[in-house]
C-alpha cells in the first residue's frame, strides 16, 4: 500500500516530467533551401502537441512559404508517422520512441540498456493535413478542448457509474480545469481533479485504463505506426473477493499472449510515464496517483527483445 508521502512524491515526479524535444519545419513548407533552424524545448510529458503551435508558428513564421496560413493548421509527425494530437506527448514519446513506429510489435525490441532517443526529434508540417489520421483542429482551440473534456467524461463515468462528477462542476471549475492543463498548474489543477475522484465518496466502481500496442499496418489501417487500442470493464477488485487487481492480474487477462505470466514480464513490459511498471503494483493506486490529466492511465506495452 503507498503511503501519502509516497503517493505525493509520485505525483510531484510525474506532474514535473518532461522531454526535450528538437521540432524542424518540414522542407516542404520551409522557403530556405537549407532548412530553418530547429525550434528546442523541455515540454511537460502531461501536455499536449497543439498546445505548442502558437509559439512554433511565430518561431517559423519567417520560413514559411505561405507565410498567411494559421497555426491550427499545424501537426506533427516522427519519422513520417502522423502524431495524434490528441494524446499527450509522453505517452506519444513512450510508444514510438524506441524504434521505428512502422515496426510489428514482434519487431520492436525493448532493452533497458539502449539509451533514450533524446532530444526527440519531431518535424512540423502546416500543410498537407493527414485527414484519414487526424481530425482537423480550429483557430479557438475548441476541438482539442472538447476532446480533452469528453476524455475526462468518460474516464469519470467508469470510475463512478455516472457522469455526475464532471457534469456538477460550476463553470469556473470547468473552465479553470482546461486552463490549468493549458498553463500546466498544479496548484489549480489537483484541487479539481480530487474533485472529480472523490466525487460520490464511494469505492470506485470501475477503473480508467487504456493499452496500447504497435501493430502492423494492415488493408485497413495501411499506414504505418498503426496502434492498436485495448479497453475493458476493469473492477478495483477481483471478483467476489477484497484483493486488489494487480496491473499483472489485468494485463494477463486482457492480453495473455503478451502477459503469460500475471507476475513476471516475459515477452512484454508495461510502460507509463517513461518507466516500467510493476506487475504487482495495485492499478487503483495507479488510478489514484498517476493517471494522465484526463484521468485515465494510458498503458504502451513494449516488447522485449
Known amino acids: 500500500m503507498t503511503t501519502p ?41 502531461l501536455s499536449y502537441l497543439p498546445l505548442l503551435l502558437p509559439r512554433l508558428h511565430t518561431f517559423f513564421h519567417p520560413f514559411l512559404i505561405d507565410p498567411v496560413i494559421p497555426s491550427q493548421d ?5 519519422e513520417g508517422v502522423p502524431l495524434k ?76 457509474g455516472t457522469g455526475k462528477g464532471i457534469m456538477t462542476l460550476s463553470k469556473d471549475d470547468s473552465t479553470q480545469l482546461w486552463k490549468a492543463v493549458q498553463d500546466h498548474d498544479f496548484a489549480t489543477y489537483n484541487p479539481i481533479a480530487q474533485k472529480l475522484l472523490h466525487a460520490q465518496g464511494a469505492p470506485l466502481r470501475h477503473l480508467p485504463l487504456r493499452i496500447y500496442l504497435p501493430s502492423s499496418p494492415s488493408v485497413t489501417e495501411p499506414a504505418s505506426g498503426h496502434l492498436k487500442v485495448v479497453q475493458s470493464l476493469i473492477t478495483p477488485s477481483l471478483p467476489n473477493s477484497r484483493e486488489q487487481q494487480t496491473l499483472g492480474m489485468v494485463l494477463h487477462s486482457l492480453l495473455p499472449s503478451l502477459f503469460p505470466s ?37 498503458l504502451g506495452v513494449m516488447m522485449i527483445g
Open 5 to 45: 508521502k509516497d503517493l505525493k512524491n509520485l505525483q510531484e515526479s510525474v506532474w514535473n516530467g518532461s522531454l526535450p524535444l528538437e521540432i524542424r519545419l518540414s522542407p516542404s513548407d520551409c522557403r530556405v533551401y537549407d532548412q530553418a533552424d530547429p525550434y528546442l524545448i523541455h515540454y511537460h510529458r
Open 74 to 78: 499545424g501537426w506533427f509527425s516522427f
Open 85 to 160: 494530437w490528441h494524446y499527450p506527448i509522453g505517452l506519444l514519446y513512450d510508444l514510438f520512441s524506441g524504434s521505428s513506429p512502422s515496426q510489428a510489435p514482434n519487431q520492436r525490441p525493448f532493452s533497458e540498456d539502449t539509451p533514450d532517443p533524446l532530444p526527440w526529434k519531431l518535424v512540423l508540417h502546416f500543410t498537407e493535413w493527414p485527414d484519414e489520421q487526424l481530425v482537423r483542429l480550429d483557430a479557438e482551440g475548441k476541438v482539442l478542448h472538447d476532446a480533452f473534456i469528453n476524455s475526462v467524461k468518460e474516464a469519470d463515468f467508469l470510475r463512478n
Open 262 to 298: 500475471r507476475r513476471t514480464p516475459i515477452l512484454a513490459k508495461p510502460m507509463l510515464h517513461g518507466a516500467v511498471v510493476p506487475m504487482g503494483a495495485s492499478v487503483e493506486e495507479l488510478v489514484r496517483g498517476v493517471s494522465y490529466l484526463d484521468g485515465w492511465i494510458h
